[in-house]
């Protein structure tokens, strides 16, 4: 061995553990920041490793390459706003499918014939996840932006066309693995499998693209690992491994905070039977003035805010810490319920709360929180429908039944913030709005918010 390539396996080592202590990171708000930035030098480490340590044959391609992933990254940092960060991380994870199914396509060009068996099935697995998560990130990213048609598509005999599709898929894996010089069968697996991942995802709803990605971004991983196989790359193997289980890991949370299987949303077309299920939610609304919710707040002695979708969209994270200041200045206890899967990805209410300033000791998890509700005397909901509603609890035949709320209806009142009768992101009415504890106060929350810490300074 050189001495570069020396320094490369070093710098390796060096990355791997920066990985798996970005991991440990990210596993809390407080440290998540810590932990990004601990991933983001351990993948400089491993850039510079390779750069120093390999053989490269052109720094031509390598510097165009350099640029334009410079340039589109800069451009979805910067530019692609907070709401819409899901479909921007389904964009990440289809360029990294597609560069690892690229990768394979040249070891195949370039070393095909001469492969071990054990090299020739990694790169089976690495064409076959990275093509089919290729297509499936980019309809997700589709759906969630809305270019897609979001509800799933569904036709008779779905699930056999799917199975067919994978078998045939494996079925080519398997030739080429027996067969190395059968370059028809190699290219027809990768053809196949772009088509299996637009297959595999059109079926299911926006609503559970989010655990849909997390699934791909576990696939994306596992795709890196098999590459990591197939060049040898001991660095490859470990982070893409990493992904690969840590996303599968997280996929298994979030369905189980919404109450769901793995199987029923990936074969259960949740969404598309939200016309029927629909509640039948008798009564109506009661709205409130700015000026009895403001001095609801003022006078009370304890509330507790519960923000949702509507946060993020409004933007209204500074304007909730202003508000909750003001009424904590005036002797008021407040507190921040925070459920798992409010928003569009996890932690999302984490992150919008950080960016805001709110100190992590005034957010509370739904086990804290659930049993300080019947001693609340107001909880204000921000944008929030789905993880609010009593349906889940109450309704055993609601889509939604046995997803875990926060128990906003046993406080003493509940303003809900939100524009107007729109639904939250499963489709159903919530019967909370109907119940006479609550009170409706119309608009965007960001303006309601700032208008209601106008309107407590005058109380
Ligand atoms: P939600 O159920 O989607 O409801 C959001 C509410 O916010 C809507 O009813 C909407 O009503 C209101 N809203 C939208 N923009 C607003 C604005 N600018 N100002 C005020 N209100 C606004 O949100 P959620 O309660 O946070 O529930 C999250 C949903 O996403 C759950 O169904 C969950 O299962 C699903 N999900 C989340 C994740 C995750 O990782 N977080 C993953 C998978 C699925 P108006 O239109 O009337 O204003």
């Not at 939200?274 to 009895?292: N, W």
């Not at 303003?415 to 119940?435: A, D, M, T, Y």
Request: proline share 4%.
């Amino acid at each position: 061995m050189t001495l570069t390539s020396y320094f490369m396996e070093a710098t390796y080592l060096v990355a791997s553990i920066l990985f798996i202590f970005a991991l440990k990171g990210m596993s809390h708000p407080e440290t998540a920041r810590r932990g990004m930035f601990l991933a983001e030098g351990g993948m400089f480490a491993a850039i510079v490793g390779t750069l120093i340590g390999a053989h490269i044959v052109t720094w031509v391609w390598i510097i165009a390459g350099l640029a334009v992933g410079s340039i589109l990254g800069a451009w979805m940092a910067i530019w692609v706003p907070m709401t819409a960060m899901p479909q921007r991380t389904a964009l990440s994870h289809a360029f990294g499918a597609l560069a690892a199914a690229l990768v394979g396509i040249g070891e195949f060009v370039v070393h095909g014939q001469e492969m071990s068996a054990v090299t020739r099935g990694a790169l089976g697995f690495e064409i076959m996840l990275g093509s089919l998560t290729t297509t499936g990130s980019l309809i997700a990213a589709g759906k969630l932006q809305g270019i897609i048609y979001g509800k799933p598509v569904q036709f008779r005999g779905q699930n056999i066309v799917n199975l067919g599709t994978f078998l045939v898929m494996v079925g080519c894996a398997a030739f080429f693995w027996m067969h190395p010089d059968a370059s028809t069968v190699f290219y027809s697996m990768l053809g196949v499998a772009f088509v299996f991942g637009v297959l595999l995802v059109i079926p299911i709803g926006s609503a559970d693209m989010p655990v849909v990605m997390s699934l791909l971004n576990s696939y994306a991983g596992l795709a890196s690992a098999a590459t990591g196989f197939v060049l040898g790359n001991n660095v490859l193997i470990i982070a893409g491994t990493l992904d690969g289980f840590s996303g599968f890991i997280l996929s298994v949370l979030m369905c189980k905070a919404m109450n769901r299987s793995i199987t029923n949303v990936l074969f259960g077309g949740f969404g598309a039977v939200v016309a029927e299920s629909a509640a039948q939610t008798g009564g109506v609304m009661r709205e409130i003035t700015l000026d009895d919710a403001a001095m609801q707040l003022a006078f009370a002695s304890r509330v507790v805010f519960v923000p949702g979708y509507g946060l993020a969209t409004a933007q209204a994270q500074h304007a909730v810490r202003e508000l909750a200041e003001l009424l904590e200045g005036r002797g008021v206890t407040v507190k921040y319920a925070i459920h798992p899967v409010a928003g569009r990805m996890p932690g999302h209410m984490n992150v919008l709360l950080a960016e805001a300033n709110v100190p992590y000791s005034s957010l509370y998890e739904m086990e804290q929180i659930n049993p300080e509700f019947p001693s609340t005397d107001v909880a204000v909901v921000i944008g929030a429908n789905d993880v609010v509603n009593p349906d889940a609890r109450d309704n055993p035949k609601s889509l939604i039944a046995g997803m875990p709320i926060l128990e906003v209806d046993r406080a003493k009142s509940v303003i809900v913030l939100k524009r107007g009768q729109g639904r939250g992101f499963s489709g159903l009415e919530n019967p909370l709005f109907f119940k006479t504890c609550t009170s409706m106060l119309y608009g965007d929350a960001k303006s309601s918010l700032s208008h209601l810490a106008q309107a407590v300074q005058h109380v």
